[in-house]
């Protein structure tokens, strides 16, 4: 089966040809830049205080609550903030502003957040 071309790697300046949108050199740059502007607040789930609340917060609701209200039981993945905690370390440690969800609630409820839940905004980054 044959394949597609390779085309130029996205990069300004860059001649390399490439089957991904970049070269793996500017791949590497291109994904550290979006971890530091898109995800700032990935360091606060990395560190072990999140990992024990989490651990200790899915043993004791190990249910979807999203699933358990139409009438379902499935086994909770996520720790999910209820407020969306943007930084906030009040809100980010509140335990009452946490909840066990399943995968898939947690990315419904994810996506309705972001870009895709502002009905009637401009699309735009942030």
Known sequence: M??????PCRYPGCPELTEDRYCPAHQKKTDREYNRTNRPYKKLYNNSRWQ??????LLKHP???ECERRGRFTPA??????IPHEGRLELFWDENNIQSLCKSCHDRKTAGEGRWGKKGAVYGYR
């Open 2 to 7: 044959p394949r597609k071309p390779k085309m």
């Open 77 to 82: 993945t996520v720790v999910d903030h209820i």
């Open 52 to 57: 024990r609340l989490r651990k200790r917060h």
């Open 63 to 65: 249910l979807c609550v």
